[in-house]
């Protein structure tokens, strides 16, 4: 279950991260097609760039613009627009020179464009239809260039492969920096005016149109203008800045690859941030609760099994329920609690058995010492030669020996006994007898003891037979081990009823009810415990201290079980309890 949720959990959270870098992604390549569309419309703003901006721009219904970034490009272009209805009349200009006309008749207006008639200004034209309404819009750029080339055409002569120009013609060229070549029709020079050493002499096809279309690549503005009559080619050409204004404006790296490289960078660390805001999320989410458990087991490790107050107070919310980044290792964390409690019961049993072990010893040892030194003591006695003892004193001397050997003897088969039960060796074959027969006799025997002389014992058996297989001896000593324990500790007046029952679910019980002191929840948790109470053999002469322990250990192991309910004062009841599965009717 934990590692479901944990896999889910995990997998969600990449997807979430994934999810926002497709969103950085992708504002990215939005705002990199944005720049590269920038710098496309700054090298090409004419036509490219004004035409986009016309299209993009906000026109009202009187055909007016009003888009202030379209204002601002055709400020640093240095351009002019102008709006136009169907009938040629000027609605609005921008950047308009003076001696622009208000008013556009159609046919000089397609010479001017078409350059059939000479107009000033190089002259686009876009019509758009704004709000179902047809516009006409003029884009115009002066190009002093073009003007000073048709001059050096007009002007110049070409005798004996020099170019001839008029002084006027050259101070033009000297304040623009540039000179004058003229090409056959394959390209190569025929005159020149004014050509650095660095300059070509001949430009084949494909360079002539690469330098017309980057001229910023080279540096160098041109203009070309081609005479048919006589197949020549009139070039004029002039560096775009001076020299020392173009290196310092160079870029190190071209535009195009600097947003590449800008986009790429900020996705990259965004990724990198994005990942470390996920590894910081990680490590409180995750790492927080995984470390808190690898103390906890640390601790257990070392024998602390108590800690789980601490952990409480830092995994459970004050309202219950573990708190969020603990709530996925909920499962672990109580596994870990509940072996905490096995391990401290653990600790406990052991302590307690260890104690009870010493305890034992020292019963044992006491019972054990007690018949040995009556022993000893009247084998000194027979062995002093100062006494001479009567034949009946040997013989009660050999008698008081002979007792307490048998009581060691019992002392060590109930030892023996408890041993081999718990191993669950069983020496002996069951049979089926008569219970009630088998507990009359047993409690007869008992209470035929001198000891037990005038008790009140009373014993009730049912009408009907109950038979069950039992080993007779086991169950014998059972009875008298569970009579003669309350009878030794109970006032001599003490009423014992014994009663055997019939059960509805044809199983049988037998009840051992007294009216004495009763016991404390001590002797109850320890009653069965092998010499909880050393019973010393001047006391009582059957007991050897285990015969509780062994009363549990034979009634376990013939399929029954024992059931205690008594109070202080009042009395005690010990019921020994067979269940139907035992019987044979």
């Not at 490219?48 to 272009?77: F, H």
């Not at 008081?400 to 069983?426: C, H, P, Q």
């Amino acid at each position: 279950m934990i590692r479901r949720r944990l896999a889910t959990r995990f997998a969600w959270q990449l997807v979430a991260a994934g999810a926002l870098l497709t969103v950085i992604a992708v504002g990215i390549v939005s705002w990199m097609l944005t720049k590269l569309t920038d710098i496309e419309i700054s090298r090409q703003f004419a036509p490219l760039g004004i035409s986009r901006l016309i299209s993009n721009s906000t026109i009202n219904d009187q055909g007016l613009i009003v888009d202030p970034i379209l204002l601002a490009r055709l400020k640093e272009d240095g351009g002019w627009l102008q709006s136009l209805d169907p009938q040629g009349n000027v609605l609005q200009s921008f950047n308009a020179p003076q001696d622009l006309p208000t008013h556009y008749k159609p046919g000089q207006l397609i010479d001017y464009w078409l350059r059939g008639e000479p107009f000033p200004y190089q002259l686009l034209m876009w019509i758009e239809v704004k709000k179902g309404h047809v516009f006409t819009f003029l884009y115009g750029k002066k190009v002093d260039t073009q003007q000073l080339l048709q001059i050096v055409v007009d002007n110049g002569k070409i005798v004996d492969d020099k170019l001839s120009l008029s002084d006027h013609v050259k101070d033009e060229l000297n304040k623009l920096g540039g000179f004058v070549q003229v090409l056959d029709q394959e390209g190569v020079e025929v005159a020149s005016w004014g050509k650095p050493k660095e300059a070509l002499s001949a430009y084949p096809l494909h360079e002539l149109a690469l330098r017309a279309i980057h001229q910023e690549r080279y540096g160098l503005g041109m203009e070309t203008k081609y005479i048919a009559s006589s197949g020549l080619t009139w070039m004029v050409q002039y560096p775009m800045m001076r020299s020392e204004e173009q290196a310092a404006l160079k870029p190190f790296i071209h535009s195009e690859i600097q947003v590449m490289v800008v986009g790429i960078a900020a996705f990259l660390l965004s990724s990198m941030i994005v990942f470390i805001l996920l590894s910081i999320w990680y490590a409180s989410q995750f790492g927080t609760p995984i470390l808190l458990i690898i103390g906890w087991i640390q601790r257990l490790g070392q024998g602390n099994y108590t800690d789980y107050d601490q952990v409480k107070n830092r995994a459970i919310r004050r309202k219950g329920g573990w708190k969020r980044k603990y709530r996925d290792f909920g499962e672990v964390m109580e596994s870990i609690q509940s072996l905490s409690v096995t391990l401290q019961e653990g600790k406990n049993t052991v302590e307690l058995t260890q104690r009870n072990r010493e305890e034992w010893i020292a019963g044992v040892t006491h019972d054990m010492k007690t018949p040995i030194a009556s022993i000893q003591g009247y084998a000194h006695m027979l062995e002093a030669e100062k006494y001479s003892w009567t034949r009946e004193e040997v013989r009660h001397f050999a008698s008081k020996m002979v007792e307490k050997t048998n009581y060691m003897d019992k002392l060590i088969n109930d030892l023996a006994l408890t041993y081999r039960l718990r191993s669950g060796e069983i020496p002996v074959q069951f049979s089926q007898e008569n219970i009630g027969t088998l507990l009359t006799e047993s409690v007869n025997r008992v209470i035929a003891h001198p000891t037990y002389e005038g008790r009140q014992v009373y014993c009730f058996i049912p009408e009907n037979p109950i038979m069950a297989a039992v080993y007779p001896p086991w169950f014998e000593r059972i009875v008298q081990n569970i009579l003669a324990n309350g009878l030794m500790h109970n006032p001599v007046d003490t009423r014992i009823d014994i009663e055997l029952i019939q059960l509805k679910n044809k199983g049988w019980r037998i009840d051992f009810k007294d009216d004495g002191q009763g016991m404390d929840q001590q002797t109850i948790d320890r009653l069965f415990e092998r010499y909880y109470r050393g019973t010393s053999t001047e006391t009582v002469m059957e007991g050897s201290g285990l015969g509780m322990a062994v009363t549990k250990e034979l009634v376990h192991v013939m399929g029954g079980r024992i059931k205690i309910e008594t109070k202080l004062g009042k009395g005690t009841v010990i019921s020994i309890i067979w269940d139907a599965n035992i019987l044979k009717n």
